[in-house]
């Protein structure tokens, strides 16, 4: 399990650099990633979060106690991710966040967003997401700009 950095450390505010290799060691550290997010029970993990600058993450939504309904979806790894477009719908919901241990706050975000992104070999992949998963996608890409819930409060 990787170290996650907690509020305050200077890499959750900085810009992250965008992926230029499709490497071996990419894939071990999403791997990493996969097997921390896991073990500390989130639904999405940015590689700021455990101590690297890159536009990495990791997004894994499941059913949760406040979000009963999510879609059960394998985790997907978003390589230097685009938000191409935005709805006017917003939706409030409640967030967390695993370098601000136990804390949940309101934050508001589009409700559904068209995104485009590499996966691990590089191949760029191009949706429409919805609901919690857009929220989520929207709450990493913040790590990846040096963003936090606190940043984020509504
Ligand atoms: O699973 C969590 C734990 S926090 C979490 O998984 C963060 C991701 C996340 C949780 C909730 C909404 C959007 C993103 C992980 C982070 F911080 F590394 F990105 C959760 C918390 C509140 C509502 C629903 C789920
Ligand atoms: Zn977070």
């Known amino acids: 399990m ?13 810009a992250a650099q965008p992926v230029q290799l499709f490497d071996e060691p990419l894939a071990a550290l999403a791997e990493k990633m996969l097997e ?13 979060q455990v101590g690297q600058g890159i536009r990495l993450f990791i997004m894994a939504s499941h059913p949760n106690d406040r979000y009963p309904d999510a ?3 394998a985790p997907q790894v978003v390589i230097n991710p685009q938000i191409l477009k935005r709805s006017g719908k917003m939706l409030a919901g409640e967030e967390g966040c695993l370098s601000l241990p136990g804390e949940r706050v309101q934050i508001l ?10 996966d691990l070999s590089g191949e760029w992949q191009q949706e429409w997401l919805q609901g919690f998963v857009a ?4 709450h990493e890409y913040d790590h990846l700009e040096g963003l936090t819930l606190r940043e984020r409060l509504e």
């Open 135 to 138: 929220r989520i996608f929207q």
């Open 36 to 48: 921390t997010m896991k073990l500390a029970q989130g639904v999405g993990i940015a590689a700021p």
């Open 109 to 118: 975000r589009h409700e559904s967003i068209e995104v485009r992104y590499q």
């Open 71 to 73: 879609p059960l979806m």
């Open 2 to 14: 990787l170290a996650i950095a907690t509020y305050g450390e200077r890499i959750l505010g900085q």
